[in-house]
């Protein structure tokens, strides 16, 4: 048991031993951190009074000194110590942060500690909103390519990002979409009549035609209605979390948002304010590699997105977002912290976005097919997810057959529906602006009105309802 502890400890000690050597007076250097570690490693083989925990505690205490806070700097906004060395920090001074995972590819659990022990029933739950979500793209995808809608956006790779961080979230906890999330309102039990009649337009829909495609929301759902400017979304969850941290409503909020967002000013303003005013706000970055055409190569050259935390005064983690335990639990622990602390928290899930960014466009022009097809086959959360239940003789090829049997009618019963119907009337577009239409605007509304009466042979009048005052 004693050397198992080492063991944990001396993991621990590779991750935090460079920032214990920043509160010493030194200048951290690889030579400084080998010597530190070598140390613990010796001390560790004796059996002092105080045991292992105690020789690694003491390992990690910084070096005795005689500076005294007089004689430390006072800059306002800095928590520094003097040198008389001209040295540049630099960017490869430390390790990437490392990668949380749960699950290895072939299904297995890595570390029986960290297994979340979810039940059959939620793991089930997990894989058919994500199988289902990815049936759903594929029609979808399908009818725009004929016409039948004008825009999608699929979400193929970055499944286990949506369904693991839903799954940890408490089903009121506000969500802020970026567009590629509607796993969380699949997981929400969003209905599948709305993903159709949102993505058609019509008369059905709760947003009554007014969005693009894949422009989602609901209240109901607590599901802020997607907009298609990159990161506008987040400064506006800090808000949200700053009014819920002021009611102590036991909610916190959480911001999606893609690595290409996250070069967006609003981005910056987002964590600075939430790190300022303590918001009960998750940052959820969906690193897939490519900000549409635009790798990550050339969208920073630091070490991602997680590194950015610790420099705004938030904590930050990166996970394998192909791992639905590991989001899971990363989620779970980040919304623990958030309503506990009153803090806000960074996290990177690092995935794959194996189809097109959307239908306007065509990723073979920026990257290889056998770069799309490796993840495709090799790292794809679902597959993984469907490993582990083999494993624990909780799914089969007859279920699976099922399953996709059952899921696809679904949506194709859904999406027959949502084509029969038409689009609200005309006069839709100008209500829910003013809780009392005012003059000027009801004066455009007529003008309108009497303008497709006057030339009704333009327009595809038939498709739409007929409006009402």
């Not at 499944?159 to 940890?168: D, P, R, Y």
């Not at 506990?340 to 899930?349: D, F, Q, T």
């Not at 007859?398 to 119907?421: D, G, N, R, V």
Request: aromatic letters at 10%.
């Amino acid at each position: 048991m004693a050397s198992h502890r080492i063991s944990v400890k001396l993991c621990q000690l590779s991750r935090t031993c460079s920032s214990k050597l920043l509160q010493s007076k030194c200048i951290p250097s690889q030579k400084r951190f080998a010597r530190c570690m070598n140390s613990v490693i010796q001390d560790t083989k004796k059996s002092g009074p105080g045991g292992p925990d105690a020789v690694l505690t003491d390992a990690l205490k910084p070096p005795a000194s005689s500076v005294t806070d007089e004689d430390r700097p006072h800059f306002p906004g800095s928590r520094s110590s003097w040198t008389e060395k001209l040295e540049f920090v630099e960017p490869t001074l430390y390790d990437g942060v490392p990668v949380y995972r749960v699950l290895n590819r072939e299904g297995g659990i890595l570390d029986s500690t960290q297994d979340p022990n979810l039940s059959e029933e939620t793991v089930l739950k997990m894989y058919h909103s994500m199988t289902l979500l990815n049936t759903m793209d594929r029609v979808l995808y399908d009818s725009q390519r004929q016409g039948r809608i004008s825009f999608y956006m699929t979400n193929y790779g970055e499944e286990g990002t949506h369904i693991g961080s839903a799954a940890a979230l408490d089903l009121k906890d506000l969500v802020f979409g970026q567009y590629r999330e509607a796993g969380i309102l699949m997981w929400r039990e969003f209905p599948m009549e709305q993903f159709m009649n949102q993505c058609y337009g019509n008369s059905a829909d709760w947003g009554k035609g007014r969005q693009m495609p894949v422009h989602y929301g609901s209240t109901e759902h607590h599901f802020v209605t997607i907009s298609s400017p990159l990161a506008t979304q987040m400064p506006q969850a800090v808000g949200a979390a700053y009014a819920y941290k002021r009611a102590r409503n036991g909610q916190c909020v959480i911001t999606y948002f893609g690595d290409g967002a996250s070069s967006e000013g609003d981005a910056h303003a987002a964590f600075n304010f939430a790190a300022t005013l303590d918001c009960p706000v998750i940052f959820f970055c969906r690193n897939n590699g490519y900000a549409i055409s635009t790798p990550t190569s050339e969208q920073y050259r630091g070490d991602g997105i997680a590194c950015r935390g610790p420099g705004y005064g938030m904590r930050a983690i990166r996970v394998d977002g192909n791992d639905v335990f590991a989001v899971y639990n990363v989620t779970k622990a980040a919304r623990e912290m958030c309503l506990a602390e009153m803090r806000p928290v960074l996290i990177e899930a690092m995935t794959y976005r194996i189809g097109h960014h959307s239908t306007s466009d065509d990723s073979s022009a920026y990257r290889s097919v056998d770069e799309v097809r490796y993840w495709d086959k090799h790292d794809h959360p679902i597959g993984r997810l469907r490993k582990y239940m083999v494993k624990r003789g909780w799914w089969d090829d007859k279920k699976e057959q099922a399953w996709m049997k059952e899921s696809k009618q679904m949506i194709l019963t859904a999406f027959a529906q949502a084509e029969k119907l038409k689009k609200p009337p005309i006069t839709e577009s100008f209500k829910d602006v003013y809780a009392e239409m005012p003059p000027h605007i009801r004066r455009q509304m007529n003008e309108v009105k009497q303008h497709i009466a006057k030339y009704k042979d333009h327009y595809p009048i038939e498709n739409f309802e007929e409006w009402k005052e």
